[in-house]
């Protein structure tokens, strides 16, 4: 409250060598004692006024009111502020920071850090009267729950290597919500990490049963990275030699972009184009490798057997193929097609989306890559026992081994997503990975006949090219803007693909009353 008024009663004996003088000495003895208290209460933030006083007994009518200033007493501050859990420097070596460096605040220290292209002064700190400096940890989280209950949910068939999934909730919490497994960095030390060395033995095991492969690696970032890592892998085979990479038009657009960042500091060049029709001959003496995806940027399915045939017969190059995981317990394996490296995510194995990431990448290879591939791999050896024991068999970074030896300087790892989806294939076994790969196959092709019904053009021109994804083509330029528009309207986001196209991607959260509801909206806006 802005003002509190009460009797404040001090009733204490005078010193024995006062009690014998005048009165006088004793009033002496009160206004020190007033100024001592006035003196307190306003190290507290109050402002003491005597209204009334008396010399026997002493007594204080004192009026008290909060002294508006920004700095908030120490006693009334909150206990669980964020600031007394950070670990970091206190008030008074903030203090001794700024005046060694002649400054009188923080934010002069960041004005002076950040250049004033980039700085924000908005965005770089909340407004004083909306969140007050030391807020409590409770207070904030709530503000920050009203501010994320802000958002707009809607159901997302967006896809592009995106998708929800269900975490078991036997994964989730032991894993995902365990502080043994998810503050675990890399497990250099065997002999205390066994129990997730195997677990990432199994996620290297996983990759190459699907992907068809003799060697994985035990997870990189994501997808995106995992491809500029096999760019720089086909580039190192033949020792720099070649340094043309070919791209397909069709392979997801982030993807593409990160290729492109990392040529451009390999010095490769980069051709994106349709692959089918590509004119490999000519390309013979440059080109070191070719990416494609696998299903592609439209959700089609197709036979890459005889094209990679093709391409390394005509331009002795190394394929790379990205590939979705849950498709791979339908389709062809990468190995099966004659493909030499195969990317992507592990993501839809139980990883939640999480706004875009983190997720697990993986990266699998013949067995004549084996030294070659980035990351770790973990290994069995036999301890002095005589028993079986994991270890990390190989790590490729310059961070472990001579820079000019390195075969990748990025490489990170995600062991904690990486674990939690290969225990989401354990948990669902091979029979229910393919049950969940058949049931979101099936929803995708029934949206196709049901299209195709309603007079909508397809990319795909048979069910048999889809797996969980159908592309719509669009004569007129903006439909497909048209048709996004209105479905967001009923609280439903579909992806753009370019002006004259969209795409419907299903996961196996998709239900049928979803399915249906799609329908009656595409037969409304038809």
Known sequence: REKIDFFFLMIRRPPRSTQSRSSAASDVYKRQSLRMLKRILKQRGLVAKVLTNSIRPMKFSVSLKYQQTQQVPNFLKATDSLVNRHIGPNEKEIYEMLHSLGLSSLDELMKQTIPESVYDKEALEFKHQEIPQQVPETLLLKRFGDMMNQNELKKCYIGAGYYNTITPPVVQRNILENPQWYTSYTPYQAEISQGRLESLLNFQTMICELTGLE??????????????????????????????????????????????????????????????????????????????????????????????????????????????????????????????????????????????????????????????????????????????????????????????????????????????????AIYHGPRGLKEIARRVNSLAQILFLGLNDLGYQTVQKCKTNIFDTVAINFEQTNMADHLITFLQDNDINIRRIDDHHVSISFDETTTLEDLEQLLQHFAKFN
């Open 215 to 424: 060697q994985s690696n035990a997870s990189l970032l994501d997808e995106g990275t995992a491809a500029a890592e096999a760019l720089n892998l086909c580039y190192g085979t033949f020792s720099s030699k070649k340094n043309v990479f070919l791209v397909s038009k069709d392979v997801f657009p982030q993807t593409i972009e990160i290729v492109k960042t990392k040529a451009k500091f390999l010095n490769v060049e980069i051709i994106v184009d349709d692959v089918s029709k590509f004119d490999y001959k000519s390309h013979k003496e440059r080109l070191c490798g070719v990416l494609i995806q696998y299903p592609d940027n439209f959700g089609s399915v197709r036979n890459y057997e005889t094209l990679i045939q093709q391409i390394k017969t005509e331009a002795e190059a190394k394929v790379v193929l990205a590939t979705d995981l849950l498709a791979l317990t339908l389709i062809k394996s990468p190995g099966e097609l004659g493909a030499d490296i195969a990317i992507g995510t592990a993501q839809r194995f139980g990883v939640p989306m999480g706004y875009g990431g983190p997720h697990a990448a993986f990266m699998a290879v013949r067995e004549e890559f084996q030294r070659k591939i980035p990351g770790r791999v973990v290994g069995i050896s036999k301890d002095a026992q005589g028993r079986s024991a994991y270890r990390l068999a190989l790590q490729t970074r310059e961070q472990h081994i001579r820079r000019e030896k390195a075969t990748s300087n990025i490489c990170t790892a995600q062991a904690l997503l990486a674990n939690i989806s290969v225990m989401y």
